[in-house]
C-alpha cells in the first residue's frame, strides 16, 4: 500500500470514527445523558476535522493543533463559513466543562441543536475531504 493509499484508509477511518460518535451522541441523548451526548457531538466534529486534515496531509497530538489549523485551513480562507469555527470553538468548550467542571449541567433543548447543528458540519466538511469522494 502506498502511502496516499495509506493516509486515505486512515482519513476513511477518522471520518468513520465521526459517524460512530455522532450516532453514539443520538444514543447518549435518547437516554437523557445530556453532558455525555456534549462529549461524543464534540468528538465527532474532532474525528471529522481530523480526516480534513489529515486528508491535507496534516496531522497533530494535541486537541489546540486541531483547532488552530482547522481555523487557518478552513474558517480563513473561506472554505467554510466563519459560523462554523465558532461552532467547533464552542463545541470544544462545552466538552471541557462537561468533562472536567464538577456539576455542569446542559438542557436537552441545548444539546439537541449542538446535535443537529453537528450534523450539519459533518455535511459541510466531507465535500472538502478528497478521500471521502
Known sequence: MSAGEQRSEVVRYWWLKADESLAS???EMDA????FAM???????FYAVSAALLDRRLSFKKHSGVR??????FIK?????TSWGKFYDRL??????????????????????QLDRCGEFLAQLKPLISSEQ
Open 39 to 45: 462529549n461524543r457531538i464534540y468528538y465527532a466534529a
Open 68 to 73: 488552530a489549523t482547522f481555523h487557518r485551513e
Open 25 to 27: 451522541a443520538k444514543r
Open 77 to 81: 480562507t473561506g472554505l467554510l463559513d
Open 92 to 113: 470544544f468548550e462545552d466538552r471541557q466543562e462537561g468533562d472536567y467542571i464538577a456539576l455542569t449541567q446542559f438542557d436537552r433543548e441545548y444539546v439537541q441543536s
Open 32 to 35: 437523557g445523558a445530556f453532558a
